[in-house]
């Protein structure tokens, strides 16, 4: 599976969330590759390239928010409320 995130990925606060979304997925035992992704909403100066940075993001969703997680079966779960809680109903092991 692919947990795709802005460029802070888990090293953003707890609250932020692509960080919650990778803690929810780490609590749940699942081993992921994450796929960090340039162009923040509240950073203004990468507008400009943000199409760009996030078209594969856009290709798979039809948006260019993220967290989403790609699963192994090509399902796409889009948001770090509900990847906490695919996380939750599918435990690892």
Avoid: F
Wanted: proline share 5%; glycine share 10%; aromatic share 6%.
């Amino acid at each position: 599976m692919v947990l795709y995130t802005c460029e802070s990925g888990k090293t953003a606060p707890a609250m932020h969330p692509c960080a919650k979304a990778a803690k929810a997925l780490e609590d749940a035992g699942h081993n992921y590759e994450m796929k960090m992704v340039k162009g923040g909403t509240l950073k203004l100066w990468t507008w400009p390239s943000r199409g760009r940075d996030r078209a594969e993001i856009e290709r798979l969703t039809g948006q260019r928010y993220v967290p989403i997680l790609v699963l192994d079966d090509g399902e796409i779960v889009k948001g770090s409320g509900t990847i906490a809680q695919w996380a939750r109903e599918h435990p690892s092991g």
